[in-house]
T-cell receptor, first 113, second 111 residues
Framework: GAVVSQHPSRVICKSGTSVKIECRSL??????MFWYRQFPKQSLMLMAT?????????EQGVEKDKFLINHASLTLSTLTVTSAHPEDSSFYIC?????????FGQGTRLTVV | RKEVEQDPGPFNVPEGATVAFNCTYS??????FFWYRQDCRKEPKLLMS???SGNEDGRFTAQLNRASQYISLLIRDSKLSDSATYLC????????????FGTGTRLQVFP
């Protein structure tokens, strides 16, 4: 069964609004979680590393004020896409490590209209 | 040079065929290696970890060649359900480092 749960799986929002995506580790604690974005026919691109109890580490080119990450507990990280625009439409996926292996959430397909 | 390189394919093979994918990585200090499978519009799912001694799981065999810095995945007796994109993934150092993804190799198995 799934070890990482992501919600919602699909969301459509209007331009200018904010969307929150949740990522939960099930049955294990994750001090670090990762957020990715994937455009059609491309590989996963790491956006940021979410660290429990401290600030997230963002990859170059990713706006931290636009993609707010909160990792308030050892089992939950959230990604908020603020003031969403159509170009933010993408597939967002989180992951958490259990031992040496990474497990992914089901992904969130965001469509901004 | 990309950190992890794969042939994007697509590989179109008939059912029952054997198909092999290769992947090369640039960081010789990389420690962990994986093959993930990703179906269209779904999240990646771990297929198998790759160990230095090589490992097999049913029809799937993974091999690691550290000297040449490449990883391979062999699929025997291909099934229609094997159609997917196969991602080569490398973790450069330790367990808390981010993963480096290849662009994926697309496999299409036809009847």
């Amino acid at each position: 069964g799934a070890v990482v749960s992501q919600h919602p799986s699909r969301v459509i929002c209007k331009s200018g609004t904010s969307v929150k995506i949740e990522c939960r580790s099930l049955d294990f604690q994750a001090t670090t979680m990762f957020w990715y974005r994937q455009f059609p026919k491309q590989s996963l691109m790491l956006m940021a590393t979410s660290n429990e109890g401290s600030k997230a580490t963002y990859e170059q080119g990713v706006e931290k004020d636009k993609f707010l990450i909160n990792h308030a507990s050892l089992t939950l990280s959230t990604l908020t896409v603020t003031s969403a625009h159509p170009e933010d439409s993408s597939f967002y996926i989180c992951s958490a490590d259990r031992g040496p292996e990474a497990f992914f959430g089901q992904g969130t397909r965001l469509t901004v209209v | 040079r990309k950190e992890v390189e794969q042939d994007p394919g697509p590989f179109n093979v008939p059912e029952g065929a054997t198909v092999a994918f290769n992947c090369t990585y640039s960081n010789s200090a990389s420690q962990s290696f994986f093959w993930y499978r990703q179906d269209c519009r779904k999240e990646p799912k771990l297929l198998m970890s790759v160990y230095s001694s090589g490992n097999e799981d049913g029809r799937f065999t993974a091999q690691l060649n550290r000297a040449s810095q490449y990883i391979s995945l062999l699929i025997r007796d291909s099934k229609l359900s094997d159609s997917a994109t196969y991602l080569c993934v490398v973790r450069p150092r330790g367990n808390t480092d981010k993963l480096i993804f290849g662009t994926g190799t697309r496999l299409q198995v036809f009847p």
